[in-house]
């Protein structure tokens, strides 16, 4: 790392903070790039707005036609999509720093399996409503990252014993959610298949508001955190000598980045593969070390409103799901890792 990308920023009371100018300029080009997204996706539609008349109607400009389709139809969406992408980057960061793995993702773990077994079971078992759908994909996604912790400890959480159980479990759950398919009678299996999916259709304020509590409670607790984060990438010993909590520290990342992946997964169904590249795509344009939670959780949410804007302009709005457009990048990108792991000799 070059010395000239940190910046030494001096506070009242004689405090410093450590800046790296790097990781902040590309923070803000993120938020930047979802934000004009954003306006873009509002925009577009079987009723086409201009980004022009879309920031009139946001500060209350618009007609009644374009505020309600701005602000009661499409605004909605768009929040849940970033909150959402923020979610699973920052949760995706978690796991890949606890495990010390870039596969450690909830992904790979089997945390949105679980989430999908939870939904299957309210669907399939109890014909359920959408909100006891999305508390079962939550009761889901939790159970399953309990279980995970469990099964991985061992004198501690480490690295790849967390991410060769996390597969293991996957690999069960996904086997359950099979058969509990082939048990659903046709109504309620193509009502599966579409959460499956994992889209952003149909969303609206009453998805935005959980997802904006949980996210207001769980980032600022991951970023307090930050620091004992960072040390235990040092090794256990070292942190421990710093003064460190590591198992309290991982404990309670991992516990926030379960209910982060679970609740992110109750609200749109399982959209793949955004916790897995959106933390490794964030480090490669930080060039720093460490987590890197904020520019991934940046990279989560410009990455999943990137990916609904594309499916609409491609394909119609409402016509292909925003999973399916995040599952084909996503493989893409984990193949190419798989590729690069191996050639480094790391797997």
């Known amino acids: 790392m070059k010395a000239t990308r940190i910046r030494a920023v001096r506070i009242r009371g004689g405090l410093s903070l450590r800046v790296d100018a790097r990781a902040c300029t590309v923070v803000v080009l993120l938020v930047l790039a979802a ?45 849940v999509g970033l909150l959402v992408g923020a979610a699973l980057g920052l949760g995706g960061a978690l796991f890949q720093s606890i495990s010390r793995n870039p596969l450690g993702s909830p992904d790979v773990l089997g945390l949105g399996q679980g989430a999908t077994a939870g939904a299957l079971v309210v669907i399939v078992l109890f014909s359920g409503s959408a909100t006891a759908v999305t508390l079962g994909a939550l009761a889901g996604g939790l159970v399953t990252g309990f279980a995970i912790y469990l099964l991985a400890w061992k004198r501690g959480v480490h690295g790849y014993r967390l991410v060769l159980v ?11 959610n099979g058969y509990l398919l082939t048990k659903a009678d046709i109504v309620d299996a193509a009502r599966a ?77 399982p ?55 995040t599952g084909v990048i996503g493989g893409a990108y984990l193949l190419w890792l798989l590729v690069t792991e191996r050639r480094a000799g790391r797997i």
């Open 193 to 269: 298949v579409v959460w499956m999916t994992g889209s952003l259709n149909g969303r609206d304020w009453t998805q935005v508001w959980p997802l904006l509590v949980l996210c207001a409670v769980l980032v600022p607790l991951v970023l307090v955190n930050a620091r004992g984060l960072l040390m235990t990438e040092m090794g256990d010993d070292l942190s421990y000598a710093l003064g460190v909590r590591v198992e309290r520290v991982r404990m309670v990342l991992m516990v926030s980045a379960v209910l982060l992946t679970s609740g992110a997964t109750a609200a749109v169904g």
């Open 166 to 176: 996390g597969i293991g479990v996957s690999a069960i759950v996904t086997a359950v």
């Open 35 to 79: 934000l004009a997204a954003s306006v873009a996706l509002i925009g577009t539609g079987d009723f086409p707005i201009s980004a022009a008349d879309v920031l009139r109607t946001l500060t209350g400009d618009g007609t009644r036609i374009q505020e309600y389709i701005v602000r009661d139809l499409r605004l909605p969406r768009v929040l």
């Open 271 to 325: 959209v793949g593969f955004v916790a897995l590249t959106a933390p490794q795509l964030a480090r490669r344009l930080t060039r720093s070390p460490g987590p890197n939670l904020v520019p991934a959780m940046c990279m989560g949410a410009t990455l999943l409103i990137v990916a609904d804007l594309v499916s609409q302009r491609a394909f119609g709005a409402d016509q292909l799901p925003v999973g399916v457009v």
